[in-house]
């Protein structure tokens, strides 16, 4: 039986500010344990909250990038339970009213653009830090009380690698608005999936098993991929799922049961009575999305989605992609070659090999773009690029001869075609194979030295008109 993946993100991203959202306690990662904390963080009696003004700026920046409805109140909430990483036995959110409701951001996929529905984005407060050792469990609090903004997604995700693709994106867009510092190694972006299987015959939808504090974009991909798995596993074998919540063992690559899942009634929501709604006036809202921002270069060049995607993730190759535009190479021509030689020659020799042949490189694709060598010529010249070879004493070599013109091509396809008799029969008979066989002697006529695209056009054009 088929199954179709139905998947949900809940994307916690620490905000990129000064102090804390609820105190005055200073955000410094690295810092010796327990001493970036206020009385708030450590839930001493009379501690008082005190909304972080930047914190809200952030949000609501973020929340405008992602087309959502703005909510002009902030207010926020107690989420009740208890656990060793919370000393005030609640944490400070927004659940009643969150700051965004109703947006979407567009991923790329094989079948084309897609829109991922976002439910709502709100302010939070994180948690403190465990760190498990042999025999005992410690707690830092400096990273208690820090904004967070959560970004819940409606279950619009399908894959592994679409909830991939849409964490990557939310996290380049928060880092281009100044939201986040985009440092993932100091655990500033964590990740909770909620997954189910339907059938893909029916419109119901399964038990929804939780994922908890995925971090890092390949384990989002690949936590997601094997609980899709298990629960097919599970269904097919005829048992019944558990609402359970789950983590995820990458050395195993499979998930582990942590405990049966809470629902929104566990937590006894209520409105906090320590903070009061803040309106946010017109002017308010106003200025903090019109904070300046620097442009993505990228914007000015009609790139794919994807492609786009790609290459800002890289810094080396957007810098490159604008250097080679800039001397004349056209936005297709740099960006083929970027997302495939070139990254890939990155990875096997590193960026600074590729970036010691940038000029050479430059000149290669202009000659290219004006039709004097074929795109197997180019990846073949760049190799010996990087064998720290110059474009001159390849040329002087004499192994590349420049591509044959249109007018030499259509010649030696009309001698070829007077030698393949019985192979133009056997392609009027349907035999595909034998087009091939003719193409591969115009091939060899030309010692490679054609556009192959043009050299098939060219081709059956003349046999259309034998």
């Not at 442009?295 to 060049?301: A, G, H, I, M, T």
């Amino acid at each position: 039986m088929s199954y179709l993946a139905v998947v949900g993100l809940e994307i916690h991203m620490q905000l990129l500010s000064k102090t804390k959202l609820f105190s005055y306690a200073p955000i410094s990662f690295g810092k010796k344990p327990n001493s970036q904390v206020s009385p708030l963080d450590m839930a001493f009696p009379g501690a008082m909250p005190s909304v972080n003004k930047s914190c809200v700026v952030s949000a609501l920046r973020m929340a405008n990038a992602l087309h959502m409805k703005i909510n002009n109140v902030v207010s926020f909430d107690r989420k009740n339970y208890f656990y060793s990483d919370l000393a005030k036995g609640y944490q400070l959110t927004q659940f009643f009213n969150p700051l965004g409701r109703e947006g979407y951001l567009t991923i790329s996929t094989p079948k084309g653009e897609k829109k991922i529905r976002i439910n709502r984005l709100h302010l939070e407060e994180d948690t403190a830090k465990q760190i498990h050792l042999e025999n005992e469990t410690l707690l830092d609090f400096n990273r208690a009380g820090i904004g967070l903004i959560e970004i819940v997604t409606a279950p619009d995700i399908r894959s592994g690698k679409e909830a991939e693709q849409f964490v990557r994106q939310i996290n380049r867009l928060a880092t281009k608005l100044k939201v986040t510092n985009n440092k993932l190694q100091e655990g500033t972006l964590r990740v909770d999936v909620n997954i189910s299987l339907q059938k893909e015959d029916s419109n119901e939808i399964g038990v929804a098993v939780e994922l908890k504090n995925l971090n890092g974009f390949k384990n989002i991909r690949r936590a997601i991929d094997a609980e899709i798995k298990r629960q097919k596993q599970l269904l097919e074998s005829g048992e019944r799922l558990q609402p359970e919540t789950r983590r995820y063992d990458e050395t195993q690559n499979m998930t582990v049961f942590m405990r049966y899942k809470k629902t929104k009634k566990d937590y006894h929501y209520f409105v906090d009575a320590n903070i009061a709604p803040i309106k946010l006036s017109k002017k308010f809202i106003l200025e903090a999305l019109n904070t300046p921002e620097k442009k993505d270069p990228l914007e000015n060049y009609p790139l794919k989605l994807e492609d786009k995607t790609i290459i800002s993730r890289s810094p080396y190759l957007k810098k490159l992609f604008l250097k080679l535009v800039k001397n004349g190479v056209t936005t297709e021509i740099s960006s083929n070659l970027l997302i495939g030689k070139i990254q890939a020659s990155i990875k096997k020799y590193g960026v600074n090999k590729v970036k010691k042949i940038e000029k050479d490189t430059i000149d290669l694709l202009l000659f290219y773009q004006e039709e004097k060598l074929t795109f197997t010529q180019v990846s073949a010249i760049y190799d010996e690029l990087l064998a720290n070879k110059s474009l001159k004493e390849i040329y002087n070599s004499g192994g590349y001869s420049l591509k044959t013109s249109d007018e030499q091509l259509s010649e030696i396809i009309d001698e070829v075609l007077l030698e393949c008799d019985k192979a133009i029969q056997d392609y009027r008979l349907g035999k595909d194979k034998s087009l091939n066989y003719i193409i591969g002697k115009i091939y060899k006529r030309t010692n490679n030295n054609v556009d192959p695209i043009k050299t098939k056009e060219l081709l059956l054009k003349k046999l259309e008109e034998k």
